[in-house]
């Protein structure tokens, strides 16, 4: 068999070994990194799935751009079109100042203005839905440049409720990125402590491997490998975690929103946290396993 | 082989563990480093095996200054020399065979290749029979045998034991004492420190007598 697949089947086996012999202490380590790790699992099945969930009109802002009285209706098709092509508009209706007019008159205590029909003070309007998947910043540059458009008198801008809260949001997120971060940092201090001291237990061995030639990549091999199978348990054990209190949260949740909307009755799963978290991981066990060895092995030479 | 050209070591600027020692050994020559505790016996053989440098001068095995290695230049080298130890070091999860085989596997042989030169090995120290056995099963000198075994295994062309004897009875030391002979006879290199007159005494061989970091006298041991 090729020396490489050997080499790497003796290195598991040894990770293999060298986790049996601490078993226990390998077991606590798995929940407890698996528990974790679930926090920013959670929290982010909680943000993506409240984000799925939000309404449309949530997200969506109104304008309604005035037109100059001047205006002949080839500039304001041309505007119109214009309008329409851009991607984040979903909706635009032309509302002539007639109509307008008609509206503001059938609303109460307004009556007495119908009778400026043959002197209608109101413009022409656009009326704008539109939805931007970027930050507030970008609505505003939208909003300025329809306002310093020559065909346009004035606007009105109703920003949606994402925006009217987005700094709040952007503090929650920030606040969850953080937690996240301290979290990780928890993982590769705790895979950090224990593989360090793994590799002080095998002091021995180890200077017997670099005795016979070993190279450090050699020595490393096993300790990695078991950092791995570390970070795939713990993995496992935090999508297990985020899976449960999802099923339990959702439920419960569900009772009260269900009423609301009929999409809310649960909170769909998103794949894709799972594969990050079980991601994250296998990559802070490797790297804290590989910086702990490494620092030793440099220690122990 | 082994050459020190002037070396010296000092550990934290001030303890001088070897001072300006000079000696050379042959390819197939076998020599006796001898000298109390704490004399840099132990000092010099990490030199060699490049687990230390050298704070001034050039140590060169095969012709290469040892100075110049690192990383895995240094771990290649180290393939290239057998080392038995004192307490001989063996795997206790490891089989005979397995604990025998560990240097090759660790250089990359063929795995068709090993089994053939575990066998020489292990017969070359008459433990043909003890192949499946665990280390610890065995005694004190049959273990440290199996660490012969191991450091000739890959046929190093340079073999370095540190107090190879230490644990041994007379009887059993001078069986050591006679493996160690009949590699020198097939053309190993071999640098054995000890502090066993009586190992010494009982081989025509040359002796690098070190003291307080010194060498003090190198020569066969009638001059002695």
């Given at each position: ?30 929940c407890l990194l698996g ?267 | ?44 053989l990490r030199l060699i ?69 575990v066998k020489a090995a ?103």
């Amino acid at each position: 068999m090729n020396r490489w697949i050997l080499d790497h089947t003796q290195a598991i086996a040894d990770a293999w070994k060298r986790t049996s012999d601490r078993f226990t202490q390998f077991i606590v380590l798995v929940c407890l990194l698996g528990i974790l790790l679930a926090i920013p699992g959670w929290l982010a099945q909680i943000w993506i799935g409240m984000a799925s969930l939000v309404p449309k009109d949530a997200v969506r802002s109104e304008a309604i751009v005035f037109l100059k009285k001047d205006l002949d209706v080839e500039a304001r098709i041309d505007l119109e079109r214009l309008l329409s092509e851009m991607p984040w508009v979903d909706e635009i209706m032309f509302v002539p100042r007639s109509a307008a007019l008609e509206q503001l008159s059938s609303q109460d205590g307004l009556e007495s203005i119908a009778e400026l029909k043959n002197n209608n003070p109101l413009p022409d309007a656009l009326r704008l839905k539109f939805t931007m998947h970027g930050v507030e910043a970008s609505e505003n540059e939208i909003i300025e440049k329809l306002t310093s458009d020559r065909r346009v008198l004035s606007l009105r801008y109703y920003p949606s409720t994402r925006i009217q809260y987005a700094s709040l949001v952007e503090m929650l997120g920030f606040l969850g990125v953080g937690l996240s971060l301290l979290t990780i940092i928890g993982v590769l201090m705790a895979v950090f402590l224990v593989a360090a001291a793994d590799v002080v237990d095998d002091r021995r061995r180890i200077e017997l491997y670099t005795l016979l030639g070993a190279s450090r990549r050699f020595i490393k091999r096993p300790y990695l490998y078991r950092a791995t199978i570390l970070g795939v348990l713990a993995g496992l054990i935090a999508c297990l975690v985020i899976t449960l209190l999802n099923e339990v949260l959702s439920s419960v949740l569900a009772l009260s929103l269900k009423a609301i909307d009929t999409r809310l009755s649960n909170f769909p799963m998103d794949g894709r946290i799972l594969i990050g978290v079980a991601s994250i991981a296998v990559f802070t066990s490797w790297v804290g396993a590989e910086r702990a060895v490494s620092r030793r092995l440099k220690a122990l030479h | 082989m082994i050459e020190f050209e002037s070396v010296a070591k000092v550990f934290d600027g001030q303890r001088e563990a070897l001072s300006n020692v000079n000696f050379r050994l042959a390819p197939g020559e076998m020599a006796f480093l001898t000298g109390h505790s704490g004399a840099g016996k132990s000092t010099l053989l990490r030199l060699i095996l490049g687990f230390e440098t050298a704070s001034s001068g050039v140590v060169r095995v095969a012709g290469t200054d040892l100075s110049t290695l690192s990383g895995e230049k240094l771990a290649r080298y180290r393939r290239r020399v057998g080392v038995v130890f004192q307490d001989p070091n063996l795997e206790d999860d490891l089989s005979v065979y397995d604990n025998v085989a560990l240097p090759l596997r660790i250089s990359g042989f063929s795995e068709s290749e090993i089994p053939k030169r575990v066998k020489a090995a292990l017969s070359r120290v008459d433990l043909s029979d003890q192949a499946k056995a665990r280390p610890r099963v065995l005694s004190g000198g049959q273990q440290q045998r199996v660490g012969i075994a191991r450091a000739i295994v890959h046929r190093p062309a340079l073999l370095v034991a540190d107090e190879p004897t230490g644990n041994l009875d007379p009887e059993l030391s001078a069986r050591v004492m006679r493996m160690f002979t009949q590699f020198q006879q097939l053309g190993v290199t071999i640098l054995v420190a000890t502090h066993e007159r009586a190992v010494v005494e009982s081989l025509p061989f040359r002796r690098l007598v070190i003291e307080r970091g010194s060498l003090v006298s190198d020569g066969m041991g009638a001059n002695r």
